[in-house]
């Protein structure tokens, strides 16, 4: 995305455009912005890029919801139950083992749906399982808007017997994230940060569409990466808190799938432009919402 100036005789124009490939052919959007040079470009790129996000995935997403929504309205309460305890077993699977959790898939499904703790595992691998499982179902009952405070509870939860004393609190110390070029903000910057995110969110709550807000909010919310420890966690947890409060089917981020996942986060976080996770959130999330579009 690029702010070019042209001249038309002694006067000079502003335009904002961004090429894209769709079907094959490259498609371009230009935005006239004024004889002036914007002082606000950012927030004038984040409404191009919403621009560009209807014209290419809103069409399938809609039809997501509600084939996701007819589904649901046909099932059964116990068949409703019991799709939602599959996610959840996944999710915190996926969700865990992305942050290093030693336990497999059956592991975890043994434990959360049969009450069967595996031997040989770290035990603070089980608590935190365990955990992850019930904050999470919690988030799903939540009504309240997000808030910094919802954020902190969820986080004390989670950690509360195995890290105590970072559980629930915002970090005042630096922190580094292994294999990732992106460092973090200072502890002095996240009070700033923080309110910053939580103003944005009261507006993109009514306004943004809600997957493309779910996929923010993980990713704004990771960036400030405000805990010393368990921020994937509380931020995937935050970005299906906003699916499922949208009505929208929810997303499990696979533990095979990190790599990309990974890169999609450090190149938005390196280039401070949220477009390379965006693509790959929207997509990853049709893909796995493909039953709901054939249904």
Known sequence: MELRARRRGKRTYYYLTHSYREGGRVRKIEKYLGGTKPTDLESIKAAVRSELFSRRFEPALSRARKAYRANVRKM???VRDKELETFATRFTYDSN??????LTLRETALLLVDGVTPS???????QETLAHQRVFLDALRFTS???LETLLEWHRQLFQTTKPRLAGRIRNYGVRIAGSRFE???PIELDFLLQDFFTW??????????????????????????FGDGNGRVTRIAMNYVLHRKQYP????PYTRRAGYYRALERSQLARDETAFVR?????????NDRSLTN
Not at 120 to 126: A, E, F, G, M
Not at 202 to 226: D, M
């Open 76 to 78: 059964p309460k116990a």
């Open 97 to 102: 083992r992305i942050e290093g959790s030693s």
């Open 120 to 126: 040989n595992r770290p035990l603070s691998d089980v």
């Open 145 to 147: 808007e997000l808030s």
């Open 184 to 186: 973090p903000p200072t």
């Open 201 to 226: 969110l009261r507006v993109a709550w009514k306004s943004a569409h809600p997957v493309l807000l779910a996929g923010l909010v993980h990713l704004r919310l990771v960036t400030i990466h405000p």
């Open 250 to 253: 929810m997303i499990d981020i």
């Open 280 to 288: 790959w959130f929207l997509r990853r999330y049709l893909e796995q």
